[in-house]
T-cell receptor, first 113, second 113 residues
Framework: GENVEQHPSTLSVQEGDSAVIKCTYS??????FPWYKQELGKRPQLIID?????GEKKDQRIAVTLNKTAKHFSLHITETQPEDSAVYFC????????????FGKGTHLIIQP | DAGITQSPRHKVTETGTPVTLRCHQT?????MYWYRQDPGHGLRLIHY???????DKGEVSDGYSVSRSKTEDFLLTLESATSSQTSVYFC????????????FGPGTRLTVT
């Protein structure tokens, strides 16, 4: 089955700097790659996603890039703010119709004031 | 947040007892999923449903069963709870299946003593 590796497990950046979180996947048939943000004690919230026919997608301060050849995708957050502090999860499908998502183990992003 | 509720939100039970968790949605989405979240493991798929009475196993289905008799309800049952099933359980829904957006419920924290 699909395997998703996520790095780093913890990332500390100064407020205003950029943060990058990277994920690799194993199944070349995977075609959908969402990112979720989870605050302590809350549900995971979808913040951005990308499909395999697109190389990059942006939404204000966040962007996701996908390299299908290398089977990796990354989350970029620019101009980080205190409210960006959370755990971020990448995920992918295994390519099936109703199949659920396979998640990375998460990155704890800490924004230092 | 999408119209998803989970009940109960917290439960403590003893080893060997049966437990049923409920996910209820008001979005009329076809696809529903159960995940568990454990420290160091991210979120892992337990079971999913692609319609009324249509269910299938996920990555960590041993010890769990599910039922979906109505579009809006997806039940997760632990036939005989074990301490290894202590976890936070999240339900998710999707309108169009695995390669499209999934939205999560608030979660159920289950402790098996």
């Amino acid at each position: 089955g699909e395997n998703v590796e996520q790095h780093p497990s913890t990332l500390s950046v100064q407020e205003g700097d950029s943060a990058v979180i990277k994920c690799t996947y194993s199944d070349s048939a995977s075609n959908y790659f969402p990112w979720y943000k989870q605050e302590l004690g809350k549900r995971p919230q979808l913040i951005i996603d990308i499909r395999s026919n697109v190389g990059e997608k942006k939404d204000q301060r966040i962007a996701v890039t996908l390299n299908k050849t290398a089977k990796h995708f990354s989350l970029h957050i620019t101009e980080t703010q205190p409210e960006d502090s959370a755990v971020y999860f990448c995920a992918s499908t295994s390519g099936g119709g109703a199949d659920g998502l396979t998640f990375g183990k998460g990155t704890h992003l800490i924004i230092q004031p | 947040d999408a119209g998803i509720t989970q009940s109960p939100r917290h439960k403590v039970t003893e080893t060997g007892t049966p437990v049923t968790l409920r996910c209820h949605q008001t979005e009329n989405h076809r696809y529903m999923y159960w995940y568990r979240q454990d420290p160091g493991h991210g979120l892992r798929l337990i079971h999913y449903s692609y319609g009324v009475k249509d269910t299938d196993k996920g990555e960590v289905s041993d010890g769990y069963s599910v039922s979906r008799s109505k579009t809006e309800d997806f039940l997760l049952t632990l036939e005989s709870a074990t301490s290894s099933q202590t976890s936070v359980y999240f339900c998710a829904i999707s309108e169009s299946g695995g390669s499209y957006e999934q939205y999560f419920g608030p979660g159920t924290r289950l402790t098996v003593t």
